[in-house]
Nanobody, 127 residues
Framework: QVRLVESGGGSVQAGGSLRLSCAPKEYIARAMGWFRQAPGKEREGVAAIYTTNSTTYYADSVKGRFTISQDNTKSTVYLQMNSLKPEDTAMYYC??????????????????????WGQGTQVTVSS
């Protein structure tokens, strides 16, 4: 069973920054994503990366504020979140595609395209 270990959530004031980390244990996916879910809302894709070439994709709501990246060994994926807003408050989940599979660009922010999920880390932004 693939395990994704997340860290980095917390509480900040609006305008602040947080960095989330996700470390798949003994697994390298061709695509990894960050998703979030606020109470009463559907899970939405925030950012994703093709680990083979570091191509990144973002939801319109976070473009210019969030950055997804990976370390040189491709063992950890990060989500740097700047200029945080109260509407960014949610549980954030890391996800990895199944072995050998990479969602097409048109579906890379679609949660159903990912097989493995982290336990989630809470991000709370106060105004």
């Amino acid at each position: 069973q693939v395990r994704l270990v997340e860290s980095g959530g917390g509480s900040v004031q609006a305008g602040g920054s947080l960095r989330l980390s996700c470390a798949p244990k003994e697994y390298i996916a061709r695509a990894m994503g960050w998703f979030r879910q606020a109470p009463g809302k559907e899970r939405e894709g925030v950012a994703a990366i093709y680990t083979t070439n570091s191509t990144t994709y973002y939801a319109d709501s976070v473009k210019g504020r969030f950055t997804i990246s990976q370390d040189n060994t491709k063992s950890t994926v990060y989500l740097q979140m700047n200029s945080l807003k109260p509407e960014d408050t949610a549980m954030y989940y890391c996800a990895a595609a199944s072995r050998g599979y990479a969602p097409p660009p048109s579906r890379i922010l679609t949660s159903s395209r990912y097989l493995y999920w982290g336990q989630g880390t809470q991000v709370t932004v106060s105004s």
